[in-house]
């Protein structure tokens, strides 16, 4: 089968940073299911792993998280799925990536893909999902629900991935006041389109802006990107026995002495945790998944792909990953296709 991978961690603009090759297609055992993979999304982690895990010598390393695609086989174990059925999942970080024209993956962290969305559409969204829904729900302890909410949420880095999904759990599916923050003009339109209801700057000072606002306590922070650089102004906005969820990582630890005062907790997120520390919840990520796309086809929830970059190739992964690495990037970037 075609794959993508790389064998030693090198900087993007290197030829051999992504290259095309050739594998075995894998053998589905247990509770995996093997998925023809039609459509992929890149994230910040994929150059993440690409910077920091070489692999050993003579291995390649396949990346990739998101995918859309058909079940192809099934292991001996498999309750979930048959052959033909349409899935989307945002894989294991302990396993070969979805960068490969096959795919095996362990059911219990799979979905049945949206009707209403291609398999493009789709691939934008389980990682970034799962991760939203985690951190709302589960880390940042809110209850779903259209019951008025007397509390704000800030987002910081809202027209990412991550944040694109949030406004939208968070606007539909809960009472929260929506504050997004976006530095440019397209990532601000971005954000009120997705329901933020405020969109503050970043680059300023965002207490002073949320301060203008008027609005309820801010007692609930989503830090998704360059917390290390915010934390001190996070730690001054969050209001009095507060909470702020992680999703980044940090150079240098964040002082939490700085939320002591105030009683507020730190919640850390890893949409991986449940697939590496196969925990007995694990489950809950097929759920959700399901959850997602019965929202999605009911018109609750839409899409955050933005741009299409062509075929799953190393060429069109460079570009992916180049443009995720300049940190510029607006909603999901996708391939679709061999």
């Not at 979930?80 to 945002?90: I, M, Q, S, T």
């Not at 880390?139 to 910081?156: F, Q």
């Not at 507020?264 to 796309?293: C, G, P």
Request: contains cysteine; hydrophobic residues 40%.
């Amino acid at each position: 089968m075609k794959a993508v991978g790389y064998r030693k961690s090198l900087p993007i603009d290197a030829p051999d940073a992504l290259i095309d090759f050739e594998t075995d297609k894998p053998e589905p055992r247990g509770r995996d299911i093997r998925v023809a993979v039609k459509a992929i999304s890149a994230n910040p982690v994929d150059y993440k792993v690409r910077k920091r895990a070489e692999p050993k010598a003579g291995d390649t390393k396949i990346l990739g998280f998101d995918a859309s695609g058909i079940v192809d086989a099934v292991g001996p174990d498999v309750s979930l799925f048959k052959p033909g059925d349409e899935v989307w999942y945002a894989g294991s970080i302990q396993r070969q990536g979805t960068n490969s024209e096959f795919h095996l993956v362990d059911e219990r962290i799979v979905g049945h893909k949206p009707k209403t969305l291609s398999f493009a559409q789709s691939a934008a969204l389980p990682l970034t999902s799962i991760t939203a829904w985690e951190l709302l729900f589960d880390r940042l302890g809110v209850a779903p629900g259209k019951s008025v909410d007397p509390r704000t949420l800030l987002i910081i880095g809202g027209a990412g991935g991550v944040g694109s999904i949030l406004i939208q759990l968070a606007r539909r599916l809960t009472g929260l006041t929506v504050v997004a923050t976006a530095s440019r003009p397209e990532s601000r339109k971005w954000c009120l389109d997705l329901g933020a209801h405020h969109v503050i700057d970043h680059s300023k000072s965002m207490k002073d802006q949320i301060d203008a606002l008027k609005i309820p306590p801010v007692a609930l922070i989503a830090a998704l990107t360059n917390t290390e650089q915010h934390f001190a102004a996070l730690a001054d906005i969050v209001a009095p026995q507060g909470k702020i969820g992680l999703i980044d990582d940090p150079a240098t630890p964040p002082n939490v002495m700085l939320l002591k005062g105030k009683a507020v907790s730190l919640h850390w997120e890893s949409m991986f945790t449940r697939s590496s520390f196969q925990t007995d919840d694990m489950i809950a990520q097929h759920n959700l998944l399901d959850d997602v796309a019965s929202l999605i086809d009911n018109g609750v929830l839409r899409t955050t792909l933005d741009k299409v970059l062509g075929k799953i190739n190393a060429a069109n992964l460079r570009q992916a990953h180049t443009l995720l690495e300049g940190g510029r990037s607006t909603g999901k970037l996708v391939l679709e296709g061999w």
